[in-house]
């Protein structure tokens, strides 16, 4: 699968979900400078976005976590359980272990924290547009807290070379298809070594693993 790429004539489609007007106006009127991304819906809640979703598709859900009726983890749970088109960031001002941990186990694309820049948030989101990875930098320390960390080092997962080098970009952000790209491979070759890596290692999402990755290189 190529990443699908946005132009003006044909944005990418956002729906924000959030309890505060202000906040989805502002994050609206910020995206609204960026010619190849449309926030076609906003929500106040959970159950909201999920009845929009029934209907709708858009390629980008951006969640609160901290709303009323259905909070953003039970509503990426559902959107998961539905097998719902689209990437899902959460966007929060919670960077409690557990939410983060949950978040990791239900299969987010994204994790920022509301405290960002501004320029920063546009920048990551048009990332996870392009299928990259999305974490906050001042998440690191808590990520590597929620995860389930191994105890051996990558060298004693019996990796092997390809799967090292895979294991390597992930940690760097790259997407299957960039991966592909560097090694000269195709991408569904890329994800066969990918499903390696995290069945040897023990870990459930790509971000785990970068993470783990990334506490690996820091030893």
Do not use: C
Not at 5 to 26: E, F, N
Not at 169 to 185: D, P, V, Y
Request: aromatic share 4%; glycine share 6%.
């Amino acid at each position: 699968m190529s990443i699908k790429v946005y132009t003006a004539t044909s944005p990418a489609k956002l729906l924000l979900v959030d309890d505060h007007p202000m906040i989805r106006r502002g994050l609206a009127d910020l995206l609204g400078f960026e010619n190849n991304i449309s926030v076609v819906a906003e929500a106040n809640h959970g159950e909201e976005a999920l009845a929009y979703l029934a209907n709708h598709s858009v390629d980008l859900i951006v969640l609160d976590n901290n709303m009323p009726v259905m909070n953003g983890l039970e509503t990426l749970k559902k959107i998961r359980e539905r097998e719902t088109e689209g990437k899902v960031l959460l966007f929060t001002v919670s960077d409690n272990s557990k939410d983060v941990k949950d978040a990791l186990q239900l299969g987010v694309d994204g994790y920022l924290l509301k405290d960002m820049e501004p320029e920063d948030i546009i920048k990551d989101i048009h990332k996870i547009l392009r299928d990259e990875l999305v974490i906050s930098p001042s998440l690191a320390p808590i990520l590597a807290q929620a995860m389930r960390k191994p105890a051996k080092s990558a060298d004693n997962f019996d990796l092997t070379e390809r799967e090292q080098q895979v294991l390597q970009m992930i940690a760097e952000g790259l997407s299957n298809k960039m991966i592909g790209n560097k090694l000269g491979i195709a991408e569904s070759t890329v994800k066969v070594h990918v499903k390696h890596i995290l069945g040897k290692v023990g870990l459930r999402t790509r971000v785990e693993a970068a993470v783990w990755a990334v506490q690996q290189h820091q030893k």
